[in-house]
């Protein structure tokens, strides 16, 4: 009996500790609605099923302790799969994906209009939001997390918007100091 308590409680424990330390993901919709009571920035993860890096991101990138804690405490986490058949409401219009097909939902699918309409051409593709829900930019590709840290920070900090050169951004990588570990 004892020993069945003690498996229970390290169970508990193990899967406590490991829902501790994930982003906590949610729909566009959801983290607008949010906005309005906490304002906070965006990070959309733009994604397809079929797309390996988009997979590596996931496990690597978005799993590291510092990203999480640093995505959770900072920004509302939004996962979109642009591929996907959800319908969306942003900025007052309508979003879906009239030619999905659910026979091929693990591999390329019709594009989703939403995916269009933020102008996403690659996958997977980290897109950050204002406040407002305002797109700032679209980070194409796989990012480690010291190289999403340097954008989480940069768009946190709103230091983008001091940026008009690419000689600026490039005096801003040169002197940006990770601090999350790889």
């Known amino acids: 009996m004892k020993r069945k308590v003690f498996i229970l409680l390290v169970s508990f424990f193990a899967l406590a500790t490991a829902t501790a330390q994930e982003i906590k993901w949610m729909t566009l919709e959801e983290a607008i609605a949010l906005q309005k009571k906490t304002p906070k920035k965006i990070m959309m993860d733009v994604y397809t099923a079929w797309c ?3 997979k590596m991101l996931d496990k690597n ?3 590291n302790k510092d990203v999480v804690e640093y995505v959770n405490k900072n920004y509302y986490a939004v996962k979109f799969n642009a591929e996907g058949n959800d319908v969306i409401n942003y900025m007052g219009n309508s979003f879906s994906n009239p030619g999905y ?3 091929k ?5 019709s594009v989703h209009q939403l995916t269009s309409y933020l102008k ?4 997977p593709t980290v897109v950050f939001m204002d406040e407002k ?8 590709g796989y990012k480690t997390s010291q190289q999403l840290e340097l954008y989480l920070k940069l768009f946190k900090d ?3 918007k001091n940026m008009d050169t690419q000689e600026k951004f490039n005096a801003y990588y040169e002197s940006f100091k990770p601090e999350f570990a790889n």
Do not use: K, M
Not at 133 to 140: F, L
């Open 52 to 54: 390996g890096p988009c």
């Open 101 to 103: 097909d659910p026979a």
């Open 105 to 109: 939902a693990a591999r390329r699918n």
């Open 61 to 63: 990138t978005f799993h």
């Open 158 to 160: 709103d230091a983008h």
């Open 133 to 140: 829900a305002n797109v700032i930019a679209p980070i194409v």
């Open 120 to 123: 996403v051409q690659a996958y």
